[in-house]
């Protein structure tokens, strides 16, 4: 008789259990449900180490590229770089400053200067263009023009500004478009001088004009201006 009552509670709980649709203390579905916390747990983690690790590796590789491109765009040992500029141009006048201060850092002195102005025959020995129309850069039997110019300029220059030339990567015809727009307008929007500068004694020796027995002849030349 109380082997009969026992089993008749056990279909009780069976049917109630099976009423509920829950079956207390099931190994299967403890094992699930840690595995998804476990994932849960591991997920944020994950995802903020990715974005640590993008932002520590993209810098990194900036820096790269502002190193290693210039590298590239050096003139062989010896070689002199002459800009030649619009000399009534204000714009091309501040870039000129620009580059003899940034040129300033060992080696120093790496770039020369001359208004195009002044040097139109120099300029169609080269197979230059004489109308103005862009910077030009002069390195041995070499020169180059446009957006070109400018980058490989800045690529003889000291850091930072030497990793600007890292943009050298950027398609030419992109590079060029925006520079031939801001030239057009360039007198328009940053104004022209009448004739060329005149430059301080000083600044005057990073011409390719320049000649030191004229200076020695000249009693004044070594005055600040």
Known sequence: ????????????????????????????????????????????????????????????????????????????????????????????????NFVADGDRAPPSNRVRFGAQQKHMELLERVGAPTDLSTLILIQGDRHYLYST???????????????????????????????????THRYRVFGKTDECRVPSPEFRRRFIEYRAEEEAADPVSGLSS
């Open 1 to 96: 008789m109380a082997a009969t009552t026992t089993a008749a509670s056990h279909v009780k709980m069976s049917k109630a259990a099976g009423k509920s649709g829950k079956v207390p203390n099931s190994p299967t579905k403890t094992k699930v449900a840690l595995s998804a916390d476990l994932k849960a747990a591991h997920a944020k983690p994950m995802k903020s180490s990715m974005i640590s690790h993008r932002l520590i590796t993209l810098p990194l590789f900036f820096v790269g590229l502002g190193y290693f491109v210039p590298q590239f765009m050096q003139p062989p040992a010896g070689v002199e770089s002459w800009l030649m500029f619009d000399g009534v141009c204000n714009l091309c006048d501040g870039f000129v």
């Open 149 to 183: 110019a400018a980058l490989r300029t800045l690529a003889v220059m000291g850091y930072p500004w030497r990793g600007l030339a890292a943009f050298a990567l950027v398609p030419a015809p992109v590079r060029d478009w925006v520079y031939k727009l801001v030239a």
